[in-house]
């Protein structure tokens, strides 16, 4: 069984910062991708930014120059920081893994419960 913890998250002026954090515990094979996607009222939920088990690194161009995720990839842990915050950004962060479970399994998708980021104006 995996389980993704998040902490971080909350309310904060347009120009802030905030920093979300995810763990994962259980069973986490070397070959995964964490990452965050986030999901706004009434919109699909979007990818954010991810980064491999061996440090490759994807961002949404919405958040390039801003956000900036990290990992301990020992610790099966992966931050986000978010600068420069805008009220687009408001919206339910969820962290994502990504875990290569062999094949045919391939990669199987895990996620935490989110955590909320209001930006307000």
């Known amino acids: 069984q995996v389980q993704l913890v998040e902490s971080g998250g909350g309310l904060v002026q347009a120009g802030g910062s905030l920093r979300l954090s995810c763990a994962a515990s259980?069973?986490?094979?070397?070959?995964?991708?964490m990452g965050w996607y986030r999901q706004a009222p009434g919109k699909q939920r979007e990818l954010v930014a991810t980064m491999t088990s061996d440090s490759n690194i994807n961002y949404a161009e919405f958040v390039r120059g801003r956000f900036t995720i990290s990992r301990d990839i020992a610790k099966n842990t992966v931050d986000l920081q978010m600068n420069s915050l805008k009220p687009e950004d408001t919206a339910v962060y969820y962290c994502?893994?990504?875990?290569?479970?062999?094949?045919?399994?391939?990669?199987?998708?895990?996620w935490g419960q989110g955590t909320q980021v209001t930006v307000s104006s």
């Open positions: 994502n893994a990504a875990l290569w479970r062999g094949w045919p399994k391939g990669y199987i998708t895990y």
């Open positions: 259980g069973s986490i094979p070397n070959n995964n991708i």
